[in-house]
Nanobody, 121 residues
């Protein structure tokens, strides 16, 4: 089994910064894509950013250059640096990873339990 553990969420005023991280552990032969989704109450879960093992990143339009996603393949860790935070960034942020346990295994997506990010005055 694979576990994703998130950290770094919290409360920040508008315009402030937060850094959230996610570490994958367990039966991991390889991990192709890792990233972050978020979900606010009453809204659908939406993509924030993803990064491949080669370092290629993809960001949602609402990021508007404010966030930076990085990856440490050796540690199976991704970090999302969030700057210029807005109240609308308030949500539970979920880590996601596409993982396979061996070359004979199929790729499977795993989710973290989520970390709360609240942006408010």
């Amino acid at each position: 089994q694979v576990q994703l553990v998130e950290s770094g969420g919290g409360l920040m005023q508008p315009g402030g910064s937060l850094r959230i991280s996610c570490t994958a552990s367990g039966s991991i032969f390889s991990s192709n894509v890792m990233g972050w989704y978020r979900q606010a109450p009453g809204k659908q879960r939406e993509l924030v950013a993803t990064i491949t093992s080669s370092g290629s990143t993809n960001y949602a339009d609402f990021v508007e250059g404010r966030f930076t996603l990085s990856r440490d393949n050796a540690k199976n860790t991704v970090s999302l640096q969030m700057n210029s935070l807005k109240p609308e960034d308030t949500a539970v942020y979920y880590c996601n990873a596409l993982v396979r346990a061996s070359m004979m295994s199929s790729w499977r997506a795993y989710w973290g339990q989520g970390t709360q990010v609240t942006v408010s005055s």
